[in-house]
């Protein structure tokens, strides 16, 4: 089955610094998510990639897929407190049904 | 705006008890999901739901079992809840279409002592 590796496993950065976090994937991916976890709450959807080499910005976070399918990374500009939290990536996965898989999580503190 | 609401943010049970998790979503959704999450382990797929009355399981369905008796309701059930299934639990819901997202609900934190 598909599985999802991310790195690093936990972040802590000044405000106001860039940083990126990476998920690589088993397999080919034909759904990418990545997904924001404040402590203790649910999962907030951020962004959904499919093409290879596909780009998406919301706000001063931007999430690239890489051209074979295998890897993304979310990259945060001049980070704030507010993007705190756990971030995941998810992928769809056919094996056994159609479901969605999600990595281990990065746990970023950003420090004001 | 889409809900999934779990009916409990936290709970404390006993060993042995049998404990139910609720989850309803409001968006019509076909599929329906339970992850729980773990220091290290990230979200596990214990079972999910592709529509009434079907389950099927999913990486670490032991212990566990499901029920969905109507659309928007899928429930989670602990047979005998022990101590290492203390963890986080997520309900989560999905359109059957391909390449969407799923919504999740805030959680139940479940402690067994």
């Known amino acids: 089955s598909q599985e999802l590796e991310q790195s690093p496993q936990s972040l802590i950065v000044q405000e106001g610094k860039n940083l990126t976090i990476n998920c690589t994937s088993s397999?080919?991916?034909?759904?990418l998510y990545w997904y924001k976890q404040k402590y203790g709450e649910g999962l907030i959807f951020l962004m959904m990639?499919?093409?290879?080499?596909e780009e998406k910005s919301h706000e001063k976070i931007t999430a690239k897929l890489d051209e074979k399918k295998q890897q993304s990374s979310l990259h945060i500009t001049a980070s704030q407190p507010s993007h705190a939290g756990i971030y995941l990536c998810?992928?769809?996965?056919?094996?056994?049904?159609?479901?969605?898989?999600f990595g281990a999580g990065t746990r970023l503190f950003v420090k004001a | 705006d889409v809900k999934v609401t779990q009916s409990s943010r936290y709970l404390v049970k006993r060993t042995g008890e049998k404990v139910f998790l609720e989850c309803v979503q409001d968006?019509?959704?076909?599929?329906m999901f339970w992850y729980r999450q773990d220091p290290g382990l990230g979200l596990r797929l214990i079972y999910f739901?592709?529509?009434?009355?079907?389950?099927e399981k999913g990486d670490i369905p032991e212990g566990y079992s499901v029920s969905r008796e109507k659309k928007e309701r899928f429930s989670l059930i602990l047979e005998s809840a022990s101590t290492n299934q203390t963890s986080m639990y997520l309900c989560?819901?999905?359109?059957?279409?391909?390449?969407?997202?799923?919504?999740f609900g805030q959680g139940t934190r479940l402690t067994v002592v």
């Open positions: 739901s592709y529509d009434v009355k079907m389950k």
């Open positions: 968006m019509d959704h076909e599929n």
């Open positions: 998810g992928a769809d996965d056919w094996t056994g049904g159609f479901k969605t898989i």
């Open positions: 397999k080919t991916l034909y759904g």
């Open positions: 989560a819901s999905s359109t059957v279409s391909e390449n969407t997202e799923a919504f």
């Open positions: 990639l499919q093409k290879g080499g």
